[in-house]
C-alpha cells in the first residue's frame, strides 16, 4: 500500500518540477553565460558574474546606473500598493463587516476588480478615466477650472500604485473580512456591553484577532503585486524613459527587445533573490509584532 | 434618575438613533463600493453608446447594440476566443486531475517518513512564490528550440505547471476535513486507494474541487505575462487582444468598452459565484496551513 500513494504524488510534482523549478535553475545557469539572440556570430561562453557585475557596478560615481532606479521603482511601488492594499483594505473590509441590508452586494462590487484582467483594467483607466481629453479626470478638471496635466507621462509611479492597488485591493479586504467574521460573537457581545469605544475594540481587539489573515493576505499580496506586469505594459509601458520600469518589466525588455539572455537571466535571478527577501522581511516583521499577543 | 421620559419612549428614541445610524451607514457603504466598482460600471455603460456618444464622457444618452455588434462582429476577436475558452477548460482541468490526487495523498498518504507530506506540501508552497519572470527566459528558448511558440499546447502545459500548486495549497485543508476514520473502513471493506479518493473522498470535497477550478480558470482566464511572451497570433489569448487593442483598432472608446466588457465578464461572474467557496478555501488553506 505504502509505494501506491507515491503514484498519487508523482504526476503533479514532476509537471510542477518540470515548468517551474527546472527553468528556475536553468535560469540561473544562464544568469552565467554570454548568450545573445541577436548575435548568433558570438558563441555561447561561459561569463562568471559579468552579467551581474554589467548591472550592479557604480562606475562613475555620484552618477548612479540605471539598475539601481529600477530596483528602486520596483521596491517603491510594490511597498506603497502594499501598504495602501493592507490599510485601505482593512478599512474597507470594517465597512463590510456590518449587518446592513444588501451588504452582499456591496462585497461583490468591491471584489470586482480582483476577477477583471490587467490588460482590461490597464485600458480602461487609461482612457476612460487617466486621458486628459475623453476621461472623467480631464472633464472633472476643466470643469473645476485648471488645465489637466497627463498623469501617465508627468506622475507615472503614482499612476502605478493607485492601479495596482484598485486590482489586488479587493483580494485584501476578502482574507480580512473573512478574518473578522470569524471573531466570536460573544465577544463582539461582550465588547459592547463594556462600552469599549470603538478605536479600541478595532485597533485592540479586532486587529490582534486577525492578525493570520492579514500575513496571509500581505504575503499572498505582495507575490501579486510583485508579478503584475499588464497593467504596466498598456499604461506607461514603462515610461516616459524608464521612469516607471520595475524588475520583472526590465527582464521582459532585455529577453524579447535586447535578445540578451545572460543580462536577462542575471536580473531575473536578482528579482527573485529581492522577493525572497522582502518576504522574510515581511514575515518577520508580523512575526514580531503578533508576538506581542501572545 | 430625572429622566421624564417613560420607559417604552426612551426605546422609541434608541430604536429611532439605531434606524438612523444603519441608514447613513447603509448609504456610505453603498457609495464607497459603487465608486470602487464605477470604473467598471462606466465601461459597461459605455459600451451601449455609440462612437460619437463615447467621445466625452456622459452618464445619459440613448443606449444602442449597434457598438456591440460591431465588436462581435468582429472575426479576429474569435481566435482569441478559442484560444480562451481552450485554455481555461483544458487546463483548469487537466491542473484539477493532476492537482487532486496530489492533495489527497499528501493528506491520507502514508510514506515512510512521517514528516514526507508536510514537507512536498511546503514545497508545493513555495513554487507559489516563484514569480514568472524567473521561468521565462529558459522556457521561451526551449520553445524556439522544439517549435511550441505560439503553440496552443505548449502555452496550456506552463498552465497546467503553474496551477497545480494552487489546487494542491486549496483543497489540502478540504481533504483535512474528511475523517480518516471514513477512508479506514473503506479500506477495510476492500476499497482500492484510488476508489477511496474516487468514491469517497472526492465527492466529500466537492465544494472545495469546484472552488479550486473556478479559481484557477479565473487566473488562466486573466493570465498575461506568459501568454503574451509565448505566442504570437495563432495562440494569443483574450488579454493579450485587450493589450493590442489600441494598436490595432485605434482610439474608440465605444468599441473598446464593448470588447472590455464579453472580455471580462465571464470571469467577473465565475468569481461572484464563487465568492463563498474561494473565502473558505484562501482562508482555510493560508491560515491554518
Known amino acids: 500500500m505504502k509505494h501506491k500513494d507515491w503514484l498519487f504524488l508523482i504526476p503533479g510534482m514532476t509537471t510542477v518540477a518540470v515548468i517551474t523549478q527546472v527553468p528556475f535553475l536553468l535560469t540561473l545557469v544562464y544568469s552565467t553565460l554570454r548568450w545573445n539572440l541577436a548575435r548568433p556570430d558570438l558563441p555561447v561562453k561561459f561569463y562568471g558574474f559579468k552579467n551581474y557585475w554589467y548591472f550592479l557596478r557604480i562606475q562613475d560615481w555620484p552618477q548612479i546606473p540605471e539598475f539601481y532606479y529600477i530596483v528602486w521603482q520596483t521596491v517603491l511601488i510594490t511597498f506603497c500598493a502594499l501598504a495602501l492594499c493592507t490599510i485601505v483594505g482593512f478599512l474597507l473590509a470594517l465597512l463590510l463587516d456590518h449587518a446592513i441590508p444588501g451588504v452582499n452586494v456591496a462585497r461583490t462590487l468591491i471584489l470586482g476588480p ?46 502605478i500604485v493607485i492601479l495596482f492597488s484598485w486590482r489586488w485591493m479587493p483580494f485584501f479586504v476578502l482574507m480580512m473580512l473573512a478574518g473578522l467574521q470569524s471573531i466570536p460573537e460573544e465577544i463582539v457581545d461582550s465588547m459592547e456591553v463594556d462600552g469599549t469605544n470603538w478605536w479600541n475594540a478595532t485597533f485592540s481587539v479586532k486587529l490582534p484577532m486577525i492578525r493570520k489573515h492579514i500575513t496571509v493576505a500581505m504575503m ?10 499588464g497593467l504596466i505594459l498598456v499604461t506607461t509601458a514603462g515610461g516616459p524613459g524608464t521612469s516607471s520600469y520595475t524588475l520583472p518589466y526590465a527582464v521582459y525588455m532585455q529577453v524579447f527587445n535586447a535578445s540578451n539572455v545572460g543580462r536577462a537571466g542575471a536580473l531575473a535571478v536578482i528579482t527573485v533573490i529581492l522577493t525572497l527577501i522582502g518576504i522574510n522581511i515581511l514575515y518577520q516583521t508580523i512575526q514580531k509584532r503578533s508576538a506581542i499577543y501572545e | 434618575m430625572s429622566d421624564p421620559r417613560t420607559i417604552q419612549e426612551i426605546q422609541r428614541s434608541i430604536r429611532t438613533k439605531k434606524a438612523v445610524r444603519m441608514t447613513v451607514l447603509t448609504i456610505f457603504v453603498f457609495t464607497v463600493a459603487i465608486l470602487y466598482f464605477s470604473p467598471v460600471l462606466y465601461m459597461h455603460l459605455s459600451a451601449f453608446k455609440t462612437e460619437y456618444d463615447a467621445v466625452s464622457p456622459s452618464l445619459f444618452f440613448k443606449p444602442t447594440l449597434d457598438t456591440f455588434q ?32 496530489a492533495a489527497f495523498a499528501l493528506t491520507f498518504g502514508k510514506f515512510k517518513y512521517r514528516t514526507t507530506n508536510n514537507k512536498i506540501y511546503l514545497w508545493f508552497l513555495t513554487t507559489i512564490l516563484l514569480p514568472p519572470v524567473a521561468v521565462i527566459i529558459p522556457l521561451y528558448t526551449w520553445f524556439q528550440t522544439v517549435n511550441l511558440i505560439d503553440n496552443r499546447f505548449g502555452l496550456m502545459i ?128 493560508g491560515v491554518k496551513g
Open chain 1, 114 to 159: 480582483f476577477f477583471v484582467m490587467s490588460t482590461a483594467s490597464g485600458v480602461i483607466w487609461k482612457t476612460t478615466i487617466l486621458n486628459t481629453t475623453f476621461g472623467w479626470y480631464g472633464v472633472i478638471a476643466k470643469f473645476l477650472g485648471f488645465t489637466p496635466v497627463d498623469l501617465i507621462s508627468y506622475h507615472p509611479i503614482a499612476v
Open chain 1, 220 to 229: 499572498l499580496g505582495l507575490i501579486f503585486l510583485v508579478k503584475e506586469f
Open chain 2, 70 to 101: 460591431k465588436v462581435l462582429g468582429d472575426e479576429t476577436m474569435y481566435g482569441y476566443l478559442k484560444n480562451s475558452l481552450f485554455q481555461v477548460f483544458v487546463g483548469t482541468i487537466i491542473s484539477l486531475l493532476l492537482g487532486i490526487p
Open chain 2, 158 to 285: 506552463i498552465y497546467v505547471g503553474f496551477h497545480v500548486p494552487i489546487v494542491v495549497w486549496m483543497l489540502h485543508s478540504f481533504f483535512s476535513d474528511v475523517p480518516v476514520e471514513i477512508l479506514e473502513a473503506a479500506e477495510i471493506d476492500g476499497c482500492s486507494r484510488f476508489q477511496q479518493l474516487t468514491l469517497i473522498a472526492a465527492p466529500l470535497v466537492k465544494t472545495g474541487i469546484i472552488a479550486a477550478g473556478l479559481l484557477v480558470a479565473v487566473f488562466i482566464w486573466n493570465e498575461f505575462f506568459l501568454a503574451f511572451n509565448l505566442t504570437g497570433n495563432e495562440a494569443a489569448t483574450l488579454p493579450v487582444y485587450m493589450a493590442r487593442f489600441r494598436e490595432q483598432q485605434g482610439m474608440f472608446v465605444a468599441q473598446l468598452s464593448a470588447a472590455s466588457t464579453v472580455v471580462i465578464l465571464p470571469a467577473v461572474i465565475f468569481g461572484w459565484i464563487s465568492q463563498k467557496s474561494l473565502v473558505k478555501g484562501l482562508t482555510a488553506g
